[in-house]
């Protein structure tokens, strides 16, 4: 926004993760969506971001992948498809990884606001699945209902996901002006972050 010189700016998230999803792995393939959102950031008067960061970890880069090969890519002709350029995940690896990353998201954007996470009004988190959700609103000590849930029907769209919770969250009247909401998100590299914002 500083290098805007205060006008407002597009943010896109969108994936397509049917097109490196292996039908035949039952380990990935039932849980990812494809999807796109977008929200326009700007100056207000009053709200906006409140506090936010971002992290990185490269120690977790194996257990979730795709390896790429432009000899080979099924993306690029001629067309050699082989399993290893499909998403592969440790799903018990990545979930550990997820919830820990929600956990000290809530911790460290309730440390630099200065705000309770008790007392923020609405959770908008990566929408990965149920259970990451769940222990999330446990441990910042909220009831699921300030806790938007859309991935039992959409899947994990990755990118796309915290932007689309957000538009249906604010849609269906759960986000009000004056509300903090937190948002976290986290995935490839892989990367984490959150922010806490005053919605206007």
Same mark, same amino acid.
Request: charged share 20%.
């Given at each position: $926004?500083?290098?805007?010189?205060?006008?407002?700016?597009?943010?896109?998230?969108?994936?397509?993760?049917?097109?490196?999803?292996?039908?035949?792995?039952?380990?990935?393939?039932? #849980?990812?969506?494809?999807? =796109?959102?977008?929200?326009?950031?700007?100056?207000? /008067?009053?709200?906006?971001?409140?506090?936010?960061?971002?992290?990185?970890?490269?120690?977790?880069?194996?257990?979730?992948?795709?390896?790429?090969?432009?000899? @080979?890519?099924?993306?690029?002709?001629?067309?050699?498809?082989?399993?290893?350029?499909?998403? @592969?995940?440790?799903?018990?690896?990545?979930?550990?990884?997820?919830?820990?990353?929600?956990?000290?998201?809530?911790?460290?954007?309730? &440390?630099?606001?200065?705000?309770?996470?008790?007392?923020?009004?609405? #959770?908008?988190?990566?929408?990965?699945?149920?259970?990451? #959700? &769940?222990?999330?609103?446990?441990?910042?000590?909220?009831?699921?209902?300030? $806790?938007?849930?859309?991935?039992?029907?959409?899947?994990? @769209?990755?990118? =796309?996901?915290?932007? $689309?919770?957000?538009?249906? =969250?604010? #849609?269906?009247?759960?986000?009000?002006?004056?509300?903090?909401?937190?948002?976290?998100?986290?995935? /490839?590299?892989?990367?984490?972050?959150?922010? $806490?914002?005053?919605?206007?």
């Amino acid at each position: $926004l500083a290098q805007a010189d205060g006008k407002p700016i597009l943010v896109i998230g969108s994936d397509a993760n049917s097109r490196f999803t292996d039908w035949t792995d039952r380990t990935t393939c039932v #849980l990812f969506g494809d999807g =796109a959102g977008a929200v326009v950031v700007g100056p207000v /008067a009053r709200g906006g971001i409140i506090a936010s960061f971002i992290a990185s970890s490269l120690n977790m880069k194996l257990y979730c992948q795709t390896e790429f090969n432009a000899d @080979t890519s099924p993306f690029l002709p001629p067309q050699k498809t082989t399993s290893r350029h499909f998403l @592969t995940m440790d799903g018990p690896e990545i979930f550990k990884f997820a919830v820990n990353a929600v956990k000290e998201s809530l911790r460290r954007i309730s &440390e630099l606001s200065g705000i309770p996470k008790e007392e923020f009004d609405y #959770l908008i988190i990566h929408q990965a699945n149920n259970r990451i #959700l &769940e222990a999330g609103a446990r441990f910042a000590k909220v009831p699921m209902e300030k $806790l938007f849930v859309n991935v039992d029907r959409y899947g994990n @769209t990755s990118a =796309a996901s915290v932007p $689309l919770a957000l538009h249906e =969250a604010v #849609l269906e009247g759960r986000i009000k002006p004056g509300d903090k909401v937190f948002l976290c998100s986290f995935g /490839a590299g892989v990367t984490w972050s959150a922010a $806490l914002v005053e919605w206007s």
